[in-house]
T-cell receptor, first 115, second 114 residues
Framework: DGGITQSPKYLFRKEGQNVTLSCEQN?????MYWYRQDPGQGLRLIYY???????QKGDIAEGYSVSREKKESFPLTVTSAQKNPTAFYLC??????????????FGSGTRLTVV | DQQVKQNSPSLSVQEGRISILNCDYT??????FLWYKKYPAEGPTFLIS?????DKNEDGRFTVFLNKSAKHLSLHIVPSQPGDSAVYFC?????????????FGKGTKLSVKP
């Protein structure tokens, strides 16, 4: 079955540590996205990538970094510079030109908690 | 500046009745609109979409209406079922714009009571 896999489902981070959230897709989609969800804030775009080895900042990129070395993978690193990292993180993908027609396919999310 | 607005954070309806979720947008370049449904601790799932060349799209119990002059769309669920209880996100895209990126509203939490 094709889909997006995010791991881990739950992640705990100590203050000052960097952590990396995994996102893998086998849908052969060109574009991948990272969103953050906070209560009452909806979905806010962190980073997106339309093609391998290229990515752009979204609305709230500060304190985050990404890489896109393979089409299937788009890992997100939450750095110690992110002041309020506790949130639910969602990865998504789309066949770029079809995104407006069929939208995105989302992973099941990673809940990150700073302890 | 919010381009896609869902002004009702929550909505409660009785099972069997109609649920109406509303969404307003400000960007006149948007030409495709989608609704997503999200359960807690899960990713959103695509529900229904509509192109700006239409004013209505129906899929089973779900109907989306688009009023371009008012920059308003709504999702109707008839009849509502307890399993419809979830957060619903409205999203918009400008095909000729930023390569298909979706802009999401903040969501409306629907509770359907038995």
């Amino acid at each position: 079955d094709g889909g997006i896999t995010q791991s881990p489902k739950y992640l705990f981070r100590k203050e000052g540590q960097n952590v990396t959230l995994s996102c893998e897709q086998n849908l052969n989609h060109d574009a991948m996205y990272w969103y953050r969800q906070d209560p009452g804030q909806g979905l806010r775009l962190i980073y997106y990538s339309q093609i391998v080895n290229d990515f752009q900042k979204g609305d709230i990129a500060e304190g985050y970094s990404v890489s896109r070395e393979k089409k299937e993978s788009f890992p997100l690193t939450v750095t110690s510079a992110q002041k309020n990292p506790t949130a639910f993180y969602l990865c998504a993908s789309s066949a770029t030109k079809a995104a407006p027609l069929y939208g995105y396919t989302f992973g099941s999310g990673t809940r990150l908690t700073v302890v | 500046d919010q381009q896609v607005k869902q002004n009702s954070p929550s909505l409660s309806v009785q099972e069997g009745r109609i649920s109406i979720l509303n969404c307003d947008y400000t960007n006149s370049m948007f030409d495709y609109f989608l609704w997503y449904k999200k359960y807690p601790a899960e990713g959103p799932t695509f529900l229904i979409s509509i192109s700006s060349i239409k004013d209505k799209n129906e899929d089973g119990r779900f109907t989306v209406f688009l009023n371009k002059s008012a920059k308003h769309l709504s999702l109707h669920i008839v009849p509502s079922q307890p399993g419809d209880s979830a957060v619903y996100f409205c999203a918009a895209s400008a095909i000729g714009g930023s390569q298909g990126n979706l802009i999401f509203g903040k969501g409306t939490k629907l509770s359907v009571k038995p």
